[in-house]
């Protein structure tokens, strides 16, 4: 089955880390860049980050620069988004996005919840 | 960076409207850009790539079209299952949203 599935979300406190994951299958995952994109609670869509297909580039939105690294697993079929010093702000669901150029699929997200 | 602007933000219209949303981009993107829906609690879905053109299974009353700064996204017969929030993204530079245009019905 053709699927992205992410994992990780939770409540955490602002300033602390937090690492999701999302898990592809059905396809070839190590010929595809990959992206995080972030959806506050009821609000737009935000790019967050891209990683190239071997891992050899990225690139981050500015509201993450220094917080936020991604990362692939091109063996496991998985990609990650650590997420250091948390901040109320990032709160969001988080999906992950196939695509080098548009995204044409995508995952069901996983929330993420930064409160004291 | 490249900002997207969309308009309007939201659109009433009734089950067989023909409905155009505006994008802009802040700068030249050529033609690098892309269409989303997004339903409720969904993840968005691809309509629309490098501004024309149809994703694969998406119904033929959707169509794009602009270049440089301007696009339009058109559905031509609204339907029932079309209500929901729609994206357009640049990926000219690097990858920017527009804030969405949210599709009521009226």
Known sequence: QVQLVESGG?????????????????????????????????????????????????HFADSVKGRFTISRDNANNTLYLQMNGLRAEDTAV???????????????GTMVSVSS | DIQMTQSPSTLSAYVGDRVTITCRASQSISNWLAWYQQKPGKAPKLLIYKAFNLESGVPSRFSGSGSGTEFTLTIRSLQPDDFATYYCQQYNTYWTFGQGTKVEIK
């Open chain 1, 10 to 58: 939770g409540v955490v406190q602002p300033g602390r880390s937090l690492r999701l994951s999302c898990a592809a299958s059905g396809f070839s995952f190590s010929t595809y860049a990959m992206h995080w994109v972030r959806q506050a609670p009821g609000k737009g869509l935000e790019w967050v980050a891209v990683i190239w297909f071997d891992g050899s580039r990225k």
């Open chain 1, 94 to 108: 988080y999906l992950c996005a196939r695509g080098s150029e548009a995204f044409d699929m995508w995952g069901q």
